[in-house]
């Protein structure tokens, strides 16, 4: 248990559905993060958000949709995914000014596109 | 371009057996350095970290080594387990305009055999 909460573990849908992943952290951090994590390749940021701020997009597709309601919550809302958007979806938070900015990661969601 | 590079990509040993993980970089500038499990299906858990000054870290049965000089770390695992099967992360952490800013490796995967 990390303190970094997931849901869904497991998602299926079709190229034009519209579903949401959520993260909740309960370590009072003040950043959150999406990362893309596919087979065989580094974990890929998406999006940063430090007090529920987005500070990074890192050229991600619009087709992800952030949103930071307050800065224990994070959903990244998705919208006529692609067949290669298919991977696990960590989501992480860290305290930004601490010593050494580890981050802590939820279990991730395995999504999957249709 | 901030560059971490893992070998071997994969690695499978036996029960009871010692193995070495490595990790070169080009990080700049260098903060820290910090070595991940991942679990199939789960998301990174932090082993060790090591700061610039440090060139040696126990967890364990998991000893992480850093040189700043060449820029490269390793991660001994010593009488592997059958639990140590997994991922195993390289992150390198730069430092720049009050944030931490990792650069990930692809991750060495370790398949222990009874």
Redesign the interface.
Known sequence: E?G?T?TPRHLVMGMTNKKSLKCEQHLGHNAMYWYKQSA????ELMFVYNFKEQTENNSVPSRFSPECPNSSHLFLHLHTLQPEDSALY?C?S?Q?DSN????F????S?LTVL | KNQVEQSPQSLIILEGKNCTLQCNYTVSPFSNLRWYKQDTGRGPVSLTIMTFSENTKSNGRYTATLDADTKQSSLHITASQLSDSASYICVVSAYSGGSYIPTFGRGTSLIVHP
């Open positions: 990390t970094v997931q065989k390749k580094p974990l960590l992480a860290s930004r050494t900015g580890e981050l990661f939820g279990e991730g395995r």
